[in-house]
């Protein structure tokens, strides 16, 4: 079997340990001048959980810093699924396809191995090699050109947890990781914890911001976010699209752009208006309506809001001002009949039939009996005979309540 080796971080209520170890690493960084690399690497720590590949450049950082020829860090969720994520770097021309030894590790290795993720404590380092004792793995090794692989443990207190490794080859005389090396890793541990931590609550901030975006969206109302200077910094799917329909309304050089000269000022005023009673923290403040198009053209209503002042946030791209944007001569997609899953959960939701569940979206949208029995292809007699079983089943008295109580129910949610 492989030898292991257990450095663990010295117990927290073991407060000489800890200062032993803080300061025997200090000496350690002083003798191997490593302070500059520390400090690249906790740069490249924090920079790693806002970016694309989290990791990616400290996974490349730390192999160089530790002369490897690979880093990888595991971003653990499941390990029964083995849906982890991976993030590596190597050195140039390695052609090892590491998600497969990573397949073949977990298949046939990882239930004997003391340092399997599922089993590693926080903090928990550990050192492995290969040996003469187990043939199967020192057949991998070998074919891999594994000489030495560190593992430490990393975990936050959201339950998120991840792990590094660096592998060693045996291009080098002595591949062992020396106490230089250790230290390095140690000092690093509780800087991986903490970004773990901000890592998590980014993923959990992004999460809610796409549902509340996707409701946002399901109900066909734009969004657009404007900057101090009222210049465009975001904009949802809805308002793009409104955007892209109507030719009274454009971006040109990250502002709003609107045909209609006189919607144009209103907008500006409007935009103007709400920006300055933000910078006043005053939440006073209405919404200011602008009205664009109508009779020949789209109407488009456009109504602008301060957004909620972030008292440590001021940026150029802090958000100020959103404009919601609904095309109002627009079908809602949302209130179509034909959704199919809205029939169905709305029959579920108020025990409606499918012929019931769809005149009540049809009336839901606005349409009248007669109307609803035309685009049915039903007699009219019918449509009213279907409307009185699903107020009684809904225990509404008017259209007025079925569109209201519909509107709010979860029947549209995708």
């Known amino acids: 079997m492989t030898r292991k080796k257990d450095t663990s971080w010295p117990s927290p209520d073991n407060e000489h340990a800890d200062g032993d170890a803080i300061e025997q690493t200090d000496r350690i960084f002083k003798e191997t001048g490593m302070n500059d690399t520390f400090s690249d690497l906790l740069g490249l720590i924090y920079e790693g959980v806002s970016a694309e590949v989290p990791w990616q450049g400290f996974a490349e950082g730390l192999r160089v810093a530790l002369d490897a020829r690979n880093a990888f860090i595991t971003l653990h969720h499941d390990h029964e699924s083995g849906n982890d994520v991976f993030v590596g770097a190597g050195e140039p021309g390695d052609e090892v396809d590491w998600l497969a030894v990573e397949s073949t590790y977990r298949a046939e290795f990882m239930k004997d191995d003391p340092f399997r993720p599922c089993s590693m404590e926080p903090g928990q380092l550990g050192l492995m090699e290969s040996s003469e004792a187990d043939a199967r793995k020192r057949t991998l090794f070998e074919h891999l050109q594994i000489a030495r692989t560190l593992r430490i443990c990393i975990a936050e207190p959201g339950g998120l947890r991840c792990w590094v490794d660096v592998i060693r080859n045996f291009a080098r005389p002595d591949p062992s990781f020396t106490p230089a ?18 890592y998590a609550q980014l993923k959990r901030q992004e999460a809610e911001k796409a549902i509340y975006e996707s409701i946002v969206d399901h109900f066909a109302l734009g969004c657009i976010l404007l900057n101090e200077n009222a210049e465009v910094i975001h904009i949802n799917r809805v308002a793009s699209s409104v955007i892209e329909r109507s030719p009274d309304i454009r971006l040109s050089n990250k502002h709003l752009a609107l045909a209609d000269r006189s919607a144009q000022l209103l907008l500006n005023e409007a935009v103007t208006k709400v920006i300055a009673a933000r910078s006043r923290a005053d939440t006073g403040v209405s919404g200011e309506l602008v009205r664009l198009g109508g009779l020949q053209h789209r109407l488009i209503g456009m109504l602008v809001y301060p957004t909620p002042v972030q008292h440590y946030y ?39 039939t499918r012929q019931e569940a769809a005149l009540a979206l049809f009336l839901a949208y606005g349409n009248t009996i007669t109307e609803a029995a035309q685009q049915m292809g039903i007699a009219e007699t019918a449509a009213r005979n279907y409307s009185k079983k699903i107020y009684a089943k809904m225990d509404i008295a008017s259209q007025a309540d079925l569109i209201r109580l519909v509107l709010r129910c979860v029947s549209f949610l995708r």
């Open 181 to 198: 090396d250790l230290a390095l890793i140690r000092a690093l541990q509780p800087h991986l914890a903490r970004a773990l931590g901000l």
């Open 314 to 352: 001021r940026s150029g791209q802090a958000p100020c001002a959103v404009i919601y944007v609904s095309d109002l001569t627009a079908n809602l997609e949302a209130l179509r009949p034909t959704h199919t899953q809205s029939l169905a959960r709305l029959g579920q939701l108020f025990g409606l």
